[in-house]
């Protein structure tokens, strides 16, 4: 191919996959304990000795990538080939104007270069699951501009439906009030969180327990009507194996035919959720409703 189509971590590519088909991804920061690591998809820190460390108190910090890390991801690609970035999304970080600023800069200096960047509205596996349908398309010969349209124009389609074990990580980010997670807590409530139209993420609901909240998931992913024929479904978790399969096998009887892979929400997105979050992601007929 005459282009290279790339990713970010935040974007929770299972390690197995990105070996698979070759997917340059770039790495984003986080530090734990006074320690600065990079998200290599669980090669560094593995996902349960990170969520086991915060267990036992330790609270990781994210942070976003400069121009300059960018330029030295994207530099030696467009030296020598196009480039198609497809990014999380803008609406949960500033770094995306480190991509941008980096695009310009780089244009200007390799004026016959095509170098795009789609930006997802999303992150974690729905994003997953667009840049795998993009990288078959890739893989299939299609032009860099018509894979780039494609993302574009499917990305509300990607979803993912969330919940939460623990509601201190959701008040520590600030996403809601110590009340409200003194409450929640006290009455066991599980939040139910989507990836929203305008790439934020939103509280849809509340539901008493843990069961139910993960039944919920399967239920409301069926009111967007995934295809099972284009995409598998991905069950995410946060180091809760049990849960996760419970999630699986409801989703598998709503989907007999569906592929179901089950994997990890990775150290970024985690620090942000907590361990326990586990999360029903897929592509589906219908757009994004909230």
């Given at each position: 191919?005459?282009?290279?189509l790339?990713?970010?971590?935040?974007?929770?590519?299972?390690?197995?996959?990105?070996?698979?088909?070759?997917?340059?991804?770039?790495?984003?920061?986080?530090?734990?304990?006074?320690?600065?690591?990079?998200d290599?998809?669980?090669?560094?820190?593995?996902?349960?000795?990170?969520?086991?460390?915060?267990?036992?108190?330790?609270?990781?910090?994210?942070?976003?990538l400069?121009?300059?890390?960018?330029?030295?991801?994207?530099?030696?690609?467009?030296?020598?080939?196009?480039?198609?970035?497809?990014?999380?999304s803008?609406?949960?970080?500033?770094?995306?104007?480190?991509?941008?600023?980096?695009?310009?800069?780089?244009?200007?200096?390799?004026?016959?270069?095509?170098?795009?960047?789609?930006?997802?509205?999303?992150?974690?596996?729905?994003?997953?699951?667009?840049?795998?349908?993009?990288?078959?398309?890739?893989?299939?010969?299609?032009?860099?501009?018509?894979?780039?349209?494609w993302?574009e124009?499917?990305?509300l389609?990607?979803?993912?439906?969330?919940?939460?074990?623990?509601?201190?990580?959701?008040?520590?980010?600030?996403?809601?009030?110590?009340?409200?997670?003194?409450?929640?807590t006290?009455?066991?409530?599980?939040?139910?969180?989507?990836?929203?139209?305008?790439?934020?993420?939103q509280?849809?609901?509340?539901?008493?327990?843990?069961?139910?909240?993960?039944?919920?998931?399967?239920?409301?992913?069926?009111?967007?009507?995934?295809?099972?024929?284009?995409?598998?479904?991905?069950i995410?978790?946060?180091?809760?194996?049990?849960?996760?399969?419970?999630?699986r096998?409801?989703?598998?009887?709503?989907?007999?035919?569906?592929?179901?892979?089950?994997e990890?929400?990775?150290?970024?997105?985690?620090?942000?959720?907590?361990?326990?979050?586990?999360?029903?992601?897929?592509l589906?007929?219908?757009?994004?409703?909230?």
């Amino acid at each position: 191919m005459d282009y290279i189509l790339m990713t970010d971590s935040d974007s929770d590519l299972p390690f197995h996959l990105k070996e698979q088909y070759d997917i340059p991804v770039v790495y984003m920061p986080y530090a734990l304990n006074g320690r600065e690591y990079f998200d290599d998809l669980g090669q560094t820190l593995n996902h349960k000795a990170y969520y086991d460390m915060m267990r036992e108190g330790a609270v990781p910090v994210t942070s976003a990538l400069n121009e300059e890390t960018y330029l030295e991801y994207f530099e030696p690609i467009l030296k020598e080939k196009d480039l198609l970035f497809i990014a999380f999304s803008s609406k949960l970080s500033s770094t995306i104007q480190a991509v941008y600023a980096a695009q310009e800069k780089l244009l200007k200096k390799y004026p016959e270069r095509k170098f795009v960047v789609v930006d997802t509205l999303s992150i974690s596996c729905p994003m997953t699951l667009l840049v795998l349908k993009a990288h078959e398309m890739y893989r299939a010969g299609a032009p860099l501009e018509e894979v780039a349209a494609w993302v574009e124009n499917n990305k509300l389609r990607c979803q993912g439906l969330f919940t939460v074990d623990d509601l201190k990580y959701l008040k520590r980010g600030g996403r809601i009030s110590a009340a409200a997670a003194t409450v929640g807590t006290m009455l066991d409530l599980k939040p139910i969180i989507v990836e929203a139209k305008d790439g934020t993420l939103q509280s849809i609901d509340k539901v008493r327990g843990r069961k139910k909240a993960i039944a919920y998931l399967a239920d409301k992913m069926m009111e967007f009507e995934p295809d099972p024929k284009e995409s598998p479904i991905i069950i995410l978790h946060a180091d809760a194996p049990e849960d996760a399969e419970r999630a699986r096998a409801m989703v598998s009887q709503k989907l007999p035919e569906a592929e179901v892979l089950v994997e990890n929400v990775g150290p970024v997105i985690g620090a942000h959720c907590g361990p326990g979050t586990v999360a029903v992601c897929f592509l589906g007929t219908r757009q994004r409703t909230p």
